[in-house]
């Protein structure tokens, strides 16, 4: 498993300009795998029992010029999907999007905003102060095992003109035109926008379909009838208009549901659905329109894919909690979000949350607090990396995973190991490694930078 890692780990060399900054992601990559608390970069200095003297040089590694998230990325998709693990649906991969909102009341972190917590949840208040994160991830599958692998994560800037639901289908488009392939990406209600729609037709030809949750509100026309004779003026374009939530009560023959026995969440239920394919005025055009009616409620499913069965829709939908699992992880497993990185020369701002036009605070040196923000989001891609080398593992090597971990679980995994035990499991490699010198690349660079004891007693420390 130690050989496997170390290829992946070359295959993503290329994306470093200095063989510095390799080693120290190779670093950080082992930290984060180690660390035991999420106090930022200070947490892999105490995990790996680093000299102090590495504390800037981390700090370094994360501002440095060396490498960007955009290339690392790209190294990444590309070794993703050479491992044959991705879920296919006619010969097409999957991906699902989401935001997610982490809380940062620091006064000098640059590009924190108010943001309104919409989602059911009572962790935090209404409005509050933080970043605004976008997502995209792959879905991956062994064994019936799903899981969304991220593959792309980035702050939504408020300067930007690019609106936050088009940087995520933009964000999909650059994947799937990096791999060269056909996908699907799947996203919920939020994203059910006319310019999503129309950024997928226009600039993907086709490579990329949109499966979207609708909103309760959203109405549809069916195509206009024949122009009567003699009325003046161009043909209609629009028919009837249809409210499509109360089509779900409707006793007209014409909207007269199938049941299908479908996938829910990994359950075969038989549910009612109608398929329809109706005029969507945000583009004015067609799209496919799946009602659908189980034991979890009625939902309404807006796709641009017009042969899109109900039953692969589902399916389709049904995967997109997958993402939230990620969250959860990357949150709570990793604390990937737990970055503590500001910049002297930004103006303190309240720690209240600001009224909507409230000017953003000044900077002395645009420049370098443009830096310390895309040291967080470096911070954040290396842990998405972390929590995907975890996935992919579990799915390569369960059983080595689960002989590794040597810890009791309550209800311990039938074939495929979780993220956690995958992570205890590569803890304890590492640790092995390192207590007994095993001579591998990782091991090589973190104990040439470990403090170590002398033979005298005292605590000496390892040039960084």
């Given at each position: 498993m130690i050989s496997y890692l170390e290829q992946l780990l070359q295959a993503l060399r290329p994306a470093f300009s200095r063989q510095a900054?390799?080693?120290?992601?190779?670093?950080?990559i082992v930290g984060f795998v180690m660390r035991t608390d999420t106090y930022g970069v200070s947490s892999i200095i105490r995990a790996l029992c680093l000299t102090p003297l590495c504390y800037p040089c981390l700090l370094h590694f994360f501002?440095?010029?060396?490498?960007?998230?955009?290339?690392?990325?790209?190294?990444?998709?590309?070794?993703?999907?050479?491992?044959?693990?991705?879920?296919?649906?006619?010969?097409r991969i999957v991906l699902t999007g989401d935001h997610t909102k982490n809380v940062k009341d620091g006064r000098r972190i640059p590009d924190v905003e108010t943001l309104h917590q919409d989602s059911e949840t009572g962790s935090k208040p209404s409005y509050f102060r933080g970043h605004h994160w976008g997502c995209i991830a792959l879905l991956t599958s062994v064994r019936k095992k799903f899981w969304s692998t991220p593959m792309w994560a980035e702050?939504?800037?408020?300067?930007?003109?690019?609106?936050?639901?088009?940087?995520?289908?933009?964000?999909?488009?650059?994947?799937v035109q990096t791999l060269k392939k056909k996908g699907y990406l799947v996203l919920d209600a939020f994203f059910a926008v006319g310019p999503v729609f129309t950024m997928a037709h226009s600039t993907s030809n086709d490579s990329l379909h949109i499966v979207t949750r609708a909103k309760k509100n959203v109405t549809a026309f069916l195509p206009a009838g024949s122009k009567k004779k003699g009325k003046r003026?161009?043909?209609p374009t629009y028919g009837r208009k249809l409210k499509l939530m109360k089509?779900?009560?409707?006793?007209?023959?014409?909207?007269?549901?199938?049941?299908?026995?479908?996938?829910?969440?990994?359950?075969?239920?038989?549910?009612?659905?109608?398929?329809?394919?109706?005029?969507?005025?945000?583009?004015?055009?067609?799209?496919?329109?799946?009602?659908?009616?189980?034991?979890?409620?009625?939902?309404?499913?807006?796709?641009?894919?017009?042969?899109?069965?109900?039953?692969?829709?589902?399916?389709?939908y049904c995967r997109r909690a997958s993402i939230e699992t990620l969250f959860n992880s990357l949150k709570n497993l990793l604390g990937g979000l737990c970055y503590h990185f500001w910049s002297k020369y930004l103006q303190p701002s309240s720690r209240r949350p600001a009224r909507k036009g409230t000017p953003k605070p000044i900077s002395l040196n645009p420049e370098k607090t443009k830096i310390t923000l895309e040291a967080i989001e470096k911070f954040v891609v290396v842990q998405i990396i972390v929590l995907g080398?975890?996935?992919?593992?579990?799915?390569?090597?369960p059983k080595e995973i689960i002989s590794k971990s040597l810890c009791w679980m309550r209800t311990p995994p039938e074939d495929?190991?979780?993220?956690?035990?995958?992570?205890?499991?590569?803890?304890?490699?590492?640790?092995?490694?390192?207590?007994?010198?095993?001579?591998?690349?990782?091991?090589?660079?973190?104990?040439k930078r470990q403090k170590f004891h002398s033979g005298n007693g005292f605590l000496e420390e390892a040039a960084a």
């Open positions: 900054a390799f080693g120290w992601f190779i670093i950080a501002h440095s010029s060396a490498w960007s998230t955009q290339f690392l990325l790209q190294h990444w998709w590309l070794w993703m999907i050479r491992q044959n693990v991705e879920y296919q649906l006619h010969d702050i939504h800037r408020s300067d930007l003109d690019e609106k936050r639901s088009t940087r995520i289908v933009s964000a999909a488009l650059s994947i003026g161009p043909k089509l779900f009560d409707s006793d007209s023959t014409k909207f007269k549901f199938t049941t299908v026995d479908a996938d829910i969440y990994g359950t075969t239920e038989a549910v009612r659905c109608l398929v329809l394919d109706l005029l969507w005025r945000p583009i004015k055009g067609v799209l496919r329109f799946i009602l659908i009616e189980s034991s979890h409620g009625r939902i309404i499913l807006i796709t641009n894919d017009l042969s899109l069965s109900a039953k692969t829709a589902i399916f389709l080398i975890l996935q992919v593992l579990a799915l390569k090597f495929i190991p979780s993220e956690f035990m995958t992570k205890i499991a590569l803890s304890n490699i590492f640790r092995n490694n390192l207590t007994v010198f095993a001579k591998n690349m990782i091991t090589l660079l973190i104990r």
